[in-house]
């Protein structure tokens, strides 16, 4: 079994319940050894990912494109940042684990409800848009005030607490619509949708959310 990784000081001004998670997160057995970053630090269009499914970075991600926790080949895995993160987009792919103990700068949308998956956060998040609450979540250890963002779909959490979205968007408003799952919404008639609202029904399609920011495109219209 490979050595198991040391957290970094940094991890000791995190809250107690993060603590514990990542803690319990380094005691996993893995079949290969935890792939350990000092930062990293990418400019351009191209998106980044970690280069093993799990990889700690004992410092900040400074990037220019879009963020997608995941691995080729690996249906689970962690990332773990010591650290402020900054990115145009963040994904969190189905079954990883993402852990921020710092500041989270996403630009444009953070899209955190892929299935068993888990996105901490220790410190501000800001985004334009976070898609969080149907199918997994985004969870805040600061206070609550330490949410940021101009759009939720649906809800986070802050610890045990429920963070609802005050007035969801209409998605269409937002983003380009081949990342959008229209399907309920077009399987109703024109008489029909004049009862229903689009906030509630239309969603953002994850796997072409994905596609689109893997390619290193922007999920938002043009201004």
């Not at 895995?77 to 900054?86: E, H, I, K, R, W």
């Not at 145009?88 to 899209?111: K, M, P, W, Y």
């Not at 919404?185 to 906030?199: G, I, K, R, V």
Request: glycine residues 8%.
């Amino acid at each position: 079994m490979p050595p198991r990784p040391t957290a970094p000081p940094q991890l000791q001004t995190a809250p107690a319940p993060l603590r514990e998670f990542v803690d319990n997160l380094l005691t996993l057995d893995v079949e290969e050894p935890w792939a350990e970053l000092d930062g990293v630090k990418q400019a351009g269009p191209a998106p980044w990912r970690p280069p093993h499914p799990y990889t700690l970075v004992k410092g900040p991600v400074e990037l220019d494109g879009n963020m997608l926790v995941e691995s080729a080949g690996h249906d689970q895995g962690v990332l773990v940042v010591f650290g402020d993160v900054t990115c145009q987009n963040l994904f969190v792919g189905v079954g990883f684990s993402f852990v921020c103990t710092g500041t989270l700068r996403v630009r444009e949308a953070l899209v955190a409800r892929s299935a068993d998956s888990v996105t901490y956060a220790a410190g501000v998040v800001e985004a334009q848009l976070v898609d969080s609450g149907s199918g997994a979540w985004l969870t805040l250890f600061g206070d609550a005030s330490q949410l940021h963002a101009k759009h939720l779909t649906h809800y986070v959490m802050n610890g045990r607490k429920v963070i609802k979205s005050q007035k969801p968007p209409d998605l269409r408003t937002l983003v380009v619509p081949e990342v959008l799952d229209t399907e309920e919404w077009d399987s109703l008639s024109a008489e029909e949708q004049t009862d229903e609202e689009p906030e509630v029904l239309i969603q953002l399609d994850a796997r072409a959310v994905r596609k689109r920011l893997a390619s290193g495109a922007s999920l938002f219209l043009a201004p």
